[in-house]
């Protein structure tokens, strides 16, 4: 099968090789999926870079979590009625070295969730990464109807889908945006006010917008660096749940501040979530679609041959949507 990997760890262009692969073989519990598409995000950028220095260690890497094709073939103990089924794929190159950057990934069922028929390959795609982490952060300690939840970054990858998940559940939504364009994209999905956080004490701002209240629920892009202006506009008893901390590795936390405020820290990432939250992410990313209640920002789809380029365009700063890459093209 036709396939990207890399050998060594380093920049794209010196690393990623593309050619020739075994096709892999449906395992016990397994389905073979025929890729039309994979996504790249940062994480696979990072363990390409060298993030994992072991990763290597039991050989070359396809790289990729997400992707989304065909299930062609099923093993033992998967219903063959899923054979033609049109599915997304998430955790493909997680504690494994196979990903979706190949014609095909042999995956455990359960990582292969249906997708739509109203949906293209290429946002397929684009869930497991973002959709599902976004609907984590926001669901994860407890509805948030009637709360108001701030989103940090809200243009970017998971912001974007925090927004509506929020919005969907039935709060209302504060985020905060750089420019005139985020700010635009926010609001188009749901956004109710938007905080520049360039701005000096824009967490005072956040306050100020909501009528002198603080908020309930912050979903976190950069824990770290955000933290003194969180504080300052969450209320006592509320959740911040972050799945980023890029600026500041090992914050410094004003423990007693906030002790005294009670506040619950909601660290996740989406290989770690519990199953029963996994599956519940794919529910709603299902129902949701099938109803057209999500939008997308995909604003890179590339042909096979430019695997190097999809992560030369994740690591430039300020890129907001995400990259596709087309298998078949």
Not at 268 to 276: C, G, K, Q, R
Request: hydrophobic share 40%.
């Amino acid at each position: 099968m036709k396939a990207a990997w890399f050998e060594k760890f380093g920049t794209p262009a010196d690393t990623i090789i593309i050619g020739e692969q075994p096709k892999p073989v449906a395992g016990d519990g397994e389905v073979l999926v025929k890729l039309k598409t994979t996504g790249i995000n940062p994480s696979d950028v990072k363990k390409r870079i060298g993030a994992f220095p072991n990763l290597l260690d039991n050989g070359h890497v396809i790289p990729h979590s997400d992707g989304a094709g065909i299930i062609e073939a099923v093993g033992r103990g998967v219903p063959e009625s899923r054979i033609g089924e049109r599915v997304w794929v998430y955790q493909a190159q997680y504690a494994r070295l196979l990903g979706t950057a190949a014609e095909y990934v042999a995956i455990d069922a359960s990582r292969a969730a249906t997708l739509p028929s109203n949906t293209s390959f290429e946002i397929g795609a684009c869930l497991g990464i973002p959709a599902m982490t976004a609907h984590r952060v926001v669901s994860s300690d407890g509805s948030v109807k009637g709360q108001t939840v701030l989103v940090t970054g809200g243009a970017g990858r998971v912001g974007y889908y925090a927004i509506q998940w929020a919005k969907l559940a039935g709060a209302k939504v504060i985020t905060t945006a750089s420019n005139p364009i985020d700010e635009a994209s926010c609001i188009a999905v749901g956004a109710d006010l938007v905080v520049n956080h360039r701005d000096v004490n824009w967490g005072d701002k956040v306050q100020e917008v909501n009528d002198g209240e603080k908020v309930d629920r912050v979903i976190d892009v950069e824990f770290g660096f955000n933290l003194p202006e969180v504080l300052k506009c969450i209320r006592t008893g509320g959740v911040i749940a972050t799945y980023g901390n890029t600026q500041i590795k090992e914050p410094k936390l004003p423990f007693l501040q906030m002790m005294f405020m009670d506040l619950t820290i909601r660290m996740t990432i989406v290989y770690a979530m519990p199953e029963s939250a996994k599956q519940q992410a794919i529910d709603d990313i299902y129902k949701a679609l099938s109803a057209g209640h999500l939008k997308h920002r995909v604003t890179h789809v590339l042909p096979f041959q430019q695997m190097a380029k999809s992560h030369e365009l994740i690591e430039e700063s300020g890129l907001r949507g995400s990259v596709v890459v087309n298998i078949e093209a």
